[in-house]
């Protein structure tokens, strides 16, 4: 799935005034490839993100998915390409502290009507594929850091998206579990031939990356080839 994001300037309110957060930034990403998006801490990375995962609609531009305009659709059309064909993976893991891992993407099926039959055996592969196959039955509070963050990944793969949207994955790792978390990112992303799209301050983890986009003060500055 090709994303583009096609000339977005995006505002919040501010008092009586609105404060630019993105402004005119166009950015394609493709499938099998893994696009970073770097900038200082406010420049509107996050923004950038919330766009592309439809959680935000832009002042103007367009978002789109394989050449399909999102701009134009409900907000149950919208809910439903997040449900169907985008996974997000934030920055904070948010797993339920009650449900072991494997529940965690079992209750993202169930949400999603999906049998039970079906997702049992699709919870099972993605979490070994994240290399969490040994910890199904651990509820949070058993994993580190980094595997928690695994299971984060796996229950955002848990619908097949074809976009991956990712915001600050490294954040609370140390720079080795950090670097972990972005190589299974990359792998993921060519094995699956997802379109992964990443937030993070860490310029350690760029070489990862196919793309890196620079965003400075709401605008896109420099796109890097790998």
């Known amino acids: 799935m090709t994303l583009q994001l096609d000339d977005i300037t995006l505002t919040y309110p501010d008092g009586t005034q609105r404060v630019t957060a993105l402004e005119r930034v ?3 990403a493709q499938p099998g490839t893994l696009t970073a998006v770097t900038g200082p801490s406010g420049s509107g990375k996050s923004s950038l993100l919330a766009v592309a995962a439809t959680l935000i609609a832009p002042d103007s ?31 904070s893991s948010n797993l339920l502290a009650s449900l072991t891992a494997l529940d965690q993407l079992l209750v993202i099926a169930h949400l999603n009507g999906t049998p039970l039959s079906v997702a049992h055996p699709r919870a099972t592969e993605l979490l070994a594929a994240v290399g969490m196959g040994d910890c199904v039955g651990r509820r949070p509070h058993q994993l580190s850091g980094g595997q928690r963050q695994r299971v984060t990944i796996a229950r955002g793969l848990m619908n097949d998206p074809r976009l991956l949207l990712v915001d600050e994955p490294t954040s609370a790792l140390d720079s080795q579990r950090g670097e972990a978390i972005v190589q299974l990112l990359r792998r993921l992303t060519v094995e699956r031939d997802l379109t992964t799209l990443m937030v993070t ?26």
């Open 26 to 28: 166009s950015l394609t």
């Open 61 to 91: 531009g367009r978002v789109l998915l394989d050449g399909r305009d999102l701009s134009g659709l409900s907000p149950k059309e919208t809910a439903a390409v997040r449900r169907e064909r985008i996974g997000i993976v934030f920055q």
């Open 201 to 226: 301050h860490d310029e350690r983890h760029l070489q990862a990356a196919d793309r890196v986009t620079h965003v400075v003060d709401g605008t896109l500055r420099r796109l890097a080839d790998r």
